[in-house]
């Protein structure tokens, strides 16, 4: 079976200041894809990232940034010098399975609250 | 422009009166899927469907019902909804299960 934790329920910082959002997955499986979604107070989920298994380069996007360790099952992203818009809730998501069983399986997400 | 579209967003309803929430794609996926958000939660996957026609339980199936009569949409149906059905609804699309889901707007339902 496969599991997706994020630890951090609520996150609050001030502008400007890095924030790092923990995810950690379970998995059997050796091909698998990792996702990252932003929703914010609208209530939508945005795509932010995916990343499959066998690529563990990390990633930056702008003030985004996602750093893939297999060694630790852990999949967290940082943004760095944070603004309000950010203010949103964070899921990461674990895609496993091959085939017609593959199953995509979310955390419980991090709010994530940014203070001006 | 590509999106998945979804209605009504909003619907308050009794408990035991049917409904129906669509939702549309014009991406041509294959695979469509409904979700529930609740607190605490995340997203759990009620139903989803790999193409016309083939659809199938997620994990949280009871209560509810979909059909795929069309590749573009995937309707979700209460037949008798329940106050533990009051929840945060999305659809998702992707070309294939593997890839990316690009969701829908959702839908808040709230079940009196």
């Known amino acids: 079976a496969q599991k997706v934790t994020q630890a951090q329920t609520e996150i609050s910082v001030v502008e400007k200041e890095d924030v790092t959002l923990d995810c950690v997955y379970e998995t059997r499986d050796t091909t698998y894809y990792l996702f990252w979604y932003k929703q914010p107070p609208s209530g939508e989920l945005v795509f932010l990232i995916r990343r499959n298994s066998f690529d563990e380069q990390n990633e930056i996007s702008g003030r985004y940034s996602w750093n893939f360790q297999k060694s630790t099952s852990s999949f967290n992203f940082t943004i760095t010098a944070s603004q309000v818009v950010d203010s949103a809730v964070y899921f990461c998501?674990?895609?496993?399975?091959?085939?017609?069983?593959?199953?995509?399986?979310f955390g419980s997400g991090t709010q994530l609250t940014v203070l001006p | 422009e590509a999106q998945v579209t979804q209605n009504p967003r909003y619907l308050i309803t009794v408990t035991g009166k049917k409904l129906t929430v669509t939702c549309s794609q014009n991406?041509?996926?294959?695979?469509m899927s409904w979700y529930r958000q609740d607190p605490g939660l995340g997203l759990r996957q009620i139903y989803y469907s790999m193409n016309v026609e083939v659809t199938d339980k997620g994990d949280v199936p009871e209560g509810y019902k979909v059909s795929r009569k069309e590749k573009r949409n995937f309707p979700l149906i209460l037949e008798s909804p329940s106050p533990n059905q009051t929840s945060l609804y999305f659809c998702?699309?992707?070309?294939?299960?593997?890839?990316?889901?690009?969701f829908g707007p959702g839908t808040r339902l709230l079940v009196l």
């Open positions: 991406m041509n996926h294959e695979y």
């Open positions: 998702a699309s992707s070309l294939f299960r593997a890839e990316t889901q690009y």
């Open positions: 998501a674990l895609s496993t399975g091959a085939g017609s069983a593959r199953q995509l399986t």
